[in-house]
């Protein structure tokens, strides 16, 4: 905690033996100094549905639900000046979800334990475009394909990071470039040879993001 790292998650089911059911949460474990000095907090949210074949494998395999523990929402976080949003496997299918997020936030996160590494990958190919964020995409060892998605000009710019396979657990380092991000998108006109593919038509950037030349 010293170090100033925090951690971003999902996590095995939850268990409520006396319902029957099971919750599905991202957890993140946030380092902040807001009560004078430097403790972690805990920030849980639950995905509010479960995937056709994740309700159908509940039931099958162990006569049980997907039950959220609370009203599931879907709030931004800002925590260090960053500015972003959590969604869990199949809910990056819901463009609702997506739609909502468009300009409000620097970083999606998407935990995930998803096979269907082929589908989700352009879905997050075109996310990075649509709502102009990094996505961050986390996905199993086993089936891969974990990556951050950046709305990047060039194709070599776009895949910050991006990973798959391998025998033990391991880490890697992205730098993502927020403040260049924001400052391309706070721009009147989105310079054809900026750093950036141009804003999708109808982009706002909210007040709380946007930045002033100095």
């Known amino acids: 905690m ?16 006396s319902k029957n059911t099971v919750s599905n949460q991202i957890w993140a474990s946030f380092v902040t100094d807001c009560i004078g000095f430097p403790v972690s907090m805990i920030y849980r949210q639950d995905k509010g549905r479960p995937a056709l074949h994740e309700a ?6 162990a006569g049980i639900q997907l039950q959220p523990e609370s009203k599931p929402t879907k709030p931004i976080v800002n925590h260090g000046d960053v500015y972003f949003a959590f969604l869990m496997c199949s809910e990056l299918t819901n463009i609702d979800f997506r739609a909502s997020l468009r300009g409000k936030i620097d970083v999606l996160v998407v935990p995930e334990w998803n096979q269907d590494t082929e589908t989700f990958g352009t879905l997050v190919e075109a996310t990075a475009v649509d709502i102009h964020a990094f996505i961050v995409q986390c996905n199993n060892r086993l089936y891969g394909d974990s990556r951050v998605r950046a709305p990047g000009k060039e194709p070599w710019m776009r895949d ?3 990973v798959k396979g391998g025998d033990e657990d391991y880490y890697v380092i992205g730098t993502l470039e927020i403040h260049n991000l924001r400052a391309f998108q706070s721009s009147y006109v989105s310079k054809a040879d900026g750093q950036f593919k141009p804003v999708p038509d109808g982009f706002e950037i909210s007040d709380s993001r946007k930045t002033y030349p100095m």
């Open 2 to 17: 010293h170090r100033g790292i925090s951690l971003l998650a999902g996590v095995e089911y939850i268990h409520d033996n």
């Open 56 to 61: 159908e494998e509940l039931h099958n395999k």
């Open 160 to 162: 910050v990071v991006r």
